[in-house]
């Protein structure tokens, strides 16, 4: 079985999802988009994945305002406001029926080409909006045993070639660092940035404690994880020192704990980097702290959302 910070208990109710491509639904097996599409074609695309907790779409305006802010990076427009795509999303989870541990992604690429080509002046459709909601709970077994990373040697890209803080489709020297971690015999890969220090994970948010006190970087070179922000908003609450700074892998082998943050999986303790023990046991005080907060959290946000409605 895969282990890491996506792993999900299975659903079989997942087989009958209806999946929404530009204003139509389509079962999975039927669920296609054209050669090309321009997210298919170069990568042309973004991307941005919420969850739904008891009817709620937990932090939607985080989520939005980093879609919007993607869009804007790229040159691309969308032929709807905020509010009309918080529309689509609830329409797609009500024609599904679901209202509680939801993934939802939603995928936004440029649109249809006239013929294989980066230019997008080629593009002779407007963009292509894919949505897959899908019933995802996270292990909570896979959780508890924490996963290991592996330092990738490649590098998070510097913000004037491909900043790491947008959501876009070109994942692959995301893949390409994963691909050497399990190798290496590790579950997911560490990421350094142009200048050495640590940065991030493939697919989360990286953090250590040392003495009680929480370090994540910069920020500048990793991706803009709205469950990182949330971590670090957490800490500010609860008088936790939070750091974000430049470190390196000398801190961290010499850290108390670590662990991981994602929308999907929420705080997921490491247990292992390079082969080195973190810390005396799997899931640390701290980590379990911040975990309990987060998911406090999330209950009190779904809380006053409901009574906002």
């Not at 999802?17 to 074609?41: C, M, P, Q, T, W």
Request: proline letters at 3%; charged letters at 25%.
């Amino acid at each position: 079985m895969v282990h890491g910070t996506h792993n999900a208990l299975e659903d079989d109710r997942n087989k009958d999802i209806k999946i929404y491509i530009n204003g139509e639904y389509f079962s999975r097996n039927d669920a296609k988009i054209s050669v090309f599409d321009s997210g298919y074609l170069v990568g042309d695309g973004i991307w941005e994945a919420l969850r739904l907790h008891k009817g709620v779409l937990v932090f939607l305006e985080a989520h939005l305002e980093r879609l919007w802010s993607s869009a804007a990076s790229v040159g691309m427009t969308f032929p709807f406001t905020k509010a009309e795509l918080t529309t689509i999303i609830h329409k797609v989870l009500d024609k599904n029926g679901m209202s509680d541990q939801v993934h939802v992604r939603i995928m936004i690429t440029r649109g249809i080409k006239k013929t294989p080509s980066q230019d997008p002046r080629l593009t002779i459709s407007g963009p292509n909006v894919v949505i897959i909601p899908e019933y995802k709970k996270a292990s909570e077994e896979s959780k508890q045993k924490g996963i290991t990373l592996f330092t990738s040697t490649i590098r998070r890209g510097s913000p004037d070639y491909l900043d790491p803080r947008l959501n876009c489709h070109s994942k692959l020297h995301e893949v390409q660092a994963l691909i050497q971690a399990i190798e290496a015999g590790a579950d997911e890969a560490l990421m350094l940035d142009v200048n050495g220090f640590v940065s991030t994970c493939n697919a989360t948010n990286f953090f250590i404690v040392k003495n009680n006190e929480v370090l994540t970087s910069t920020g500048q070179y990793c991706m803009n994880g709205i469950t990182r922000a949330k971590v670090i908003e957490v800490c500010k609450k609860h008088n936790i020192v939070c750091h974000e700074k430049n470190f390196s892998l000398f801190d961290v082998y010499g850290a108390d704990e670590a662990f991981v943050t994602g929308s999907f999986g929420g705080i997921t303790p490491v247990t292992k980097i390079d082969g080195r023990q973190i810390g005396s046991k799997p899931f640390g005080d701290m980590t379990q702290k911040l975990s309990g907060l987060y998911h406090d959290l999330i209950a009190e946000t779904v809380a006053n959302e409901k009574e906002y409605h």
